[in-house]
């Protein structure tokens, strides 16, 4: 069956600072996909990212950055020099090759402080 | 760019009644998913939905749920007799893919937040 865990209920970081969410995930399939959603407090799902299992290379999009390994199961998440528009809830998600389904972690909430 | 939209934003409903949720899905993409979020808990599949037929339903999804493409634009989920508990914000997503949707980036919409008194 497939989890995903991301183990940090809450951070809190001052503006600036660097800050990594934690996401580890199980699943018996040997092709997966991995994302990362942003909700912010107005509510809606916002898609950051979508890995599959067979590229390990480390991706970087401006601020962000994520960084998948297969050794470990995890797929964690860096924001770097953090602002306050950053905070919101993070959501790692999991699906599996036959099937759609999305399975979420519980979220991080990220607060950015001025 | 295009969107998923999902209205009503908001909607307040009696125990027991009827409630249906409309989303306009993105206009090429082929597979549509119900999702739904207990305040402050994580987001759960309810369904996914593809070539008019559910493809995939979790275990949320009981007799008291239905979904439809009525037309050629909107998909819906009909709550046929609401509880208390149906309380959340319900997201409405869809992804593009002719075929299985292998791990297809699925795009949400804003969600309507539904409460039962």
């Known amino acids: 069956a497939q989890k995903v865990t991301q183990a940090q209920t809450e951070i809190s970081v001052v503006e600036k600072e660097d800050v990594t969410l934690d996401c580890v995930y199980e699943?018996?399939?040997?092709?997966?996909?991995l994302f990362w959603y942003k909700q912010p407090p107005s509510g809606e799902l916002v898609f950051l990212i979508r890995?599959?299992?067979?590229?390990?290379q480390n991706e970087i999009s401006g601020r962000y950055s994520w960084n998948f390994q297969k050794s470990t199961s995890s797929f964690n998440f860096t924001i770097t020099a953090s602002q306050v528009v950053d905070s919101a809830v993070y959501f790692c998600?999991?699906?599996?090759?036959?099937?759609?389904?999305?399975?979420f972690g519980a979220g991080t909430i990220l607060r950015v402080k001025s | 760019e295009p969107e998923v939209t999902q209205t009503p934003s908001h909607q307040v409903t009696q125990m027991g009644q009827e409630v249906i949720l409309r989303c306009v899905p993105i206009s090429n993409h082929l597979y549509f998913y119900w999702y739904r979020q207990i305040l402050g808990q994580k987001v759960e599949f309810l369904v996914s939905f593809y070539n008019n037929e559910i493809s995939e339903k979790s275990e949320i999804f009981d007799d008291q749920f239905s979904v439809e493409r009525p037309d050629g634009s909107n998909f819906t989920l009909k709550i046929r007799s609401t509880k208390l508990e149906d309380s959340a914000m319900y997201f409405c997503?869809?992804?593009?893919?002719?075929?299985?949707?292998?791990?297809?980036?699925?795009?949400f919409g804003p969600g309507t937040r539904l409460l039962v008194l």
């Open positions: 997503a869809s992804s593009a893919s002719s075929g299985r949707a292998l791990g297809e980036t699925q795009y």
């Open positions: 699943t018996r399939d040997t092709t997966y996909y």
């Open positions: 890995r599959n299992s067979f590229d390990e």
């Open positions: 998600a999991l699906s599996e090759e036959y099937g759609n389904k999305l399975v």
